[in-house]
């Protein structure tokens, strides 16, 4: 037993005849805590459990941490999930519901990162929300589901963030021999970390993270994303905050399934025709994300760009 569950895997015919290929929908989004992290949260977690860890310690406000708060109360171990004052009061909520004690630090990420690691003490386990090859690990599940059913897809869309779902998918494609299929990795103008150090050749760091899809804002993707990129087929694509909101409103009519503009970014490049031409069966994956209302959602669309 895994603390993720297999996912359904459907055709769309509305993203399809948007599209104007098959479009698969990997509904990570139906994941018990709302998100794909709990594949590789769940997997690290579990290998922490089996060595006797006391505690479990994460610096995220978002469906990273809402993982590790599950992962932990599932396997009895006890969370700690500090969070920055920007946490909205629903993420922390969502928190508390899973029994996580949720500890509210700093003004940003980085100051509540800090004080988390001061927190890990002798037996406790951090989990960083990205950048660990135990996720990348547990990501790479999605995968082997899709290969199970029996579908090869001649290319897969995904969000990136920091890029931990990117290593996995990568790596679940490799052990699947399928390392001719590839990826399309779509982020927000305001967050386009991959696609900088792409452009660049090399790391880079965002001066700042300005997109309202927050689960993508990471200012520095793994080093491991880039040298997937070195080794795989994968094509950076950006869209606009935009694009990602209006394709959680459409997502939301056509199969009434409501995620965040982080998952809605991977969804806007499928809505777009042009974007899948040449690519008969195209995997997408449905990130999901928790901490979004549709209330805010459209709080959002009456000034996004
Ligand atoms: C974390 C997250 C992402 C990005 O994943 P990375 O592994 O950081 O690239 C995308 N969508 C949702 C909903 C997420 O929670």
């Known amino acids: 037993m895994t603390l993720h569950i297999p996912t359904p895997l459907i055709e769309s015919r509305p993203l399809s005849l948007a599209a104007g290929s098959n479009i698969w929908l990997k509904l990570d989004a139906l994941q018990p805590c709302g998100s794909f992290k709990l594949r590789g949260v769940g997997h690290a977690c579990e290998v922490h459990h089996a060595r006797g860890v006391r505690q479990f310690i994460s610096s995220s406000g978002g469906n990273a941490g809402l993982a590790v708060a599950y ?12 969070v920055p004052e920007t946490t909205t009061e629903r993420a922390k909520e969502l928190l508390r519901l899973e029994s996580a004690k949720v500890v509210v630090h700093g ?3 980085q100051e509540a990162n800090t004080l988390a690691q001061t927190l890990v003490g002798q037996g406790d386990a951090f989990i960083h929300p990205f950048d660990d090859p135990l996720l990348w690990a547990g990501h790479a599940s999605l995968v082997d589901e899709v290969a199970e059913a029996g579908l090869k897809p001649d290319a897969v869309v995904l969000s990136v963030g920091g890029g931990g779902l990117l290593c996995g998918v990568v790596e679940g494609l490799q052990r699947n021999g399928w390392g001719d299929v590839p990826v399309l990795a779509v982020e927000t103008t305001g967050a386009a970390s991959l696609h900088a150090a792409l452009q660049a050749g090399h790391p880079v760091e965002l001066e700042r993270i300005d997109s309202v899809a927050t689960s993508l804002g990471a200012k520095r993707v793994a080093d491991q994303a880039l040298a997937c990129a070195a080794r795989h087929p994968v094509h950076s694509h950006v869209v606009s905050d935009r694009a990602a909101l209006e394709a959680c409103e459409r997502f939301l009519l056509d199969h009434r399934v409501l995620v965040e503009p982080a998952c809605g970014a991977a969804l806007a490049l499928t809505y777009d025709a042009v974007a899948l031409a040449g690519y008969r069966n195209v995997l997408v994956v449905v990130c999901g994300g928790a901490t979004a209302t549709l209330a805010q959602i459209h709080a959002w669309l009456a000034v996004a760009e």
């Open 71 to 82: 992962a932990g109360r599932k396997l009895g171990v006890p969370v700690t999930v500090v």
């Open 107 to 109: 003004s940003s990420w």
